[in-house]
């Protein structure tokens, strides 16, 4: 059986580059290890898909968010295979319907200074009883609160973890919210 395992080199960044273009797969050269050139990350998708590979990482099991920054791949849980990754995209699916905006807006409701996301997300697993790793909790949750900051509902109080790209790309480990008094 021949390795599918495809490479993102980076090329040169310009400092004044898209940030949504380099976080999405631009400024990279695309190789497969079984001698493919790909021509962008389109490409690269697609024979990773036909290959059985994760269509995030690639199958190299760690996704290249930025030059210097990496991180273990969040769809395949870090295996590269595409089973792996259809299996965590139908737990997402699940996720967004079992824990809804009405339930995380009702479990915040009682907190009257900030609170920290994994705090909701473990209380949103406690009142579910879902056991730690079967369902995308944390995730879900994070997109229910950044949901309910845009509406208006929620301001964002924590500074970023880190600055991956200046300030226009940012991570957050565990970031804190509390209500829009008004």
Known sequence: MRQHTITALWEEVPDDADDLVVVRGGFRIYRCLCGIRLADRAAAELHA???????????????????????????????????????????????????????VRGLIAPFTGPFRLSQVADLVRDTLGLPPGRL?????VRDVLRGLEAAGELVLVSAPNELLRGTTVVLYRDPHWEHVTR
């Open 49 to 103: 898909s036909e290959t059985g590979r994760c269509t995030t990482c690639l199958g190299g099991t760690v996704e290249d968010i930025v030059p210097g920054f990496s991180q273990p791949c969040t769809a395949c849980a870090g295996t590269g295979r595409r089973g792996v990754q259809l299996t965590w995209q139908l737990a997402h699916l699940e996720a967004q319907t079992v824990i809804t905006d009405e339930l």
């Open 136 to 140: 995308p909790v944390g995730p879900r």
